[in-house]
Nanobody
Framework: QVQLVESGGGLVQAGGSLRLACAAS????????MAWFRQAPGEERRFIAA????????FYADSVKGRFTISRDLAKNTMFLQMNSLKPDDTAIYYC??????????????????WGQGTQVTVSS
């Protein structure tokens, strides 16, 4: 079982930046892929970005490509999401997840076994 704890959310003005972190503990090595999802009020949870622990393969949703950057620190078992040029539409609860999805399922939340508690990101206009 992998435990995940997010941090770094908050309130920021449009155009600003935030950096989220997701610290993994437990059997992190058994989950080769980590990802960020977000859920806005009244909407379903949506894929944002994913990264493979081994290598530098990264994947992004079109809505954040060029603005968000996912990365990881293997020594600290921590994943990051650098969010730049934030927009009010980015307002949501952001969740990190870990699992072993195949490539075709990487953007599906059902493919991930472990989830963090979520961190609120609010972007004001």
């Amino acid at each position: 079982q992998v435990q995940l704890v997010e941090s770094g959310g908050g309130l920021v003005q449009a155009g600003g930046s935030l950096r989220l972190a997701c610290a993994a503990s437990g059997r992190a090595s058994s989950s080769p892929t980590m990802a960020w999802f977000r859920q806005a009020p009244g909407e379903e949870r949506r894929f944002i970005a994913a990264i493979r622990w081994s290598g530098d393969n990264t994947f992004y949703a079109d809505s954040v490509k060029g603005r968000f950057t996912i990365s990881r620190d293997l020594a600290k078992n921590t994943m990051f999401l650098q969010m730049n040029s934030l927009k009010p539409d980015d307002t949501a609860i952001y969740y990190c997840a870990s699992g072993s999805p195949i490539l075709s399922s990487l953007r599906s939340d059902s493919a991930y076994r472990s989830w963090g508690q979520g961190t609120q990101v609010t972007v004001s206009s």
